[in-house]
């Protein structure tokens, strides 16, 4: 018997992808992905609402899909549920002085995550610098979203 998350069958087809990699460790200097992701992590146990930097060209929008990248993994899905402008970023996000153009997306929660084995295998991109949209692999990511049959259960 195969189980579905219910939220990954609500993607549209339509909806674009961005990707952002998150380290396995904190850098020791300078602005830190991992730094800013566990601090949402924290604000989602407080009960707070998730947010993130957009890529440079502030294209993403509400039912857009941010793919977070952790190495060896795998990758959570989060649904863009709203869109800032620059000006809302996070006081915390004052040392990431290179993105202070880019627009804040808030995320929910994640609806599921892809193993790292299933990214791969859908041509999910094995190395992620930076936030990027997809473009190449967006087809089979979305369809193996919105199959989630890495979810199942026998």
Same mark, same amino acid.
């Given at each position: ?76 899905? +989060?649904?863009?549920?709203? !869109?800032?402008? =620059?000006?809302?970023?996070?006081? @915390?996000? $004052? ?21 790292? +084995?299933?990214?791969?295998? !859908?041509?999910? =991109?094995?190395?992620?610098?930076? @936030?990027? $949209? ?21």
């Amino acid at each position: 018997m195969t189980t579905f998350t219910e939220s990954s069958h609500l993607v549209p087809e339509m909806s674009s992808l961005l990707i952002t990699p998150i380290r396995k460790t904190y850098k020791a200097h300078g602005p830190c992905a991992r730094r800013d992701w566990d601090e949402q992590m924290d604000r989602e146990s407080e009960g707070k609402q998730l947010m993130w930097d957009d890529s440079r060209f502030n294209k993403s929008k509400v039912g857009d899909i941010l793919l977070v990248w952790h190495h060896g993994v795998g990758v959570s899905c +989060h649904k863009i549920t709203g !869109v800032k402008l =620059p000006s809302e970023r996070l006081s @915390t996000w $004052s040392g990431n002085v290179g993105q202070t153009d880019r627009n804040v997306i808030e995320i929910g929660s994640a609806f599921t995550t892809i193993p790292w +084995h299933i990214w791969l295998e !859908v041509g999910g =991109p094995p190395r992620c610098m930076g @936030t990027n $949209s997809i473009k190449a692999a967006r087809d089979g990511i979305i369809s193996i979203i919105r199959a989630d049959y890495f979810n199942s259960s026998s």
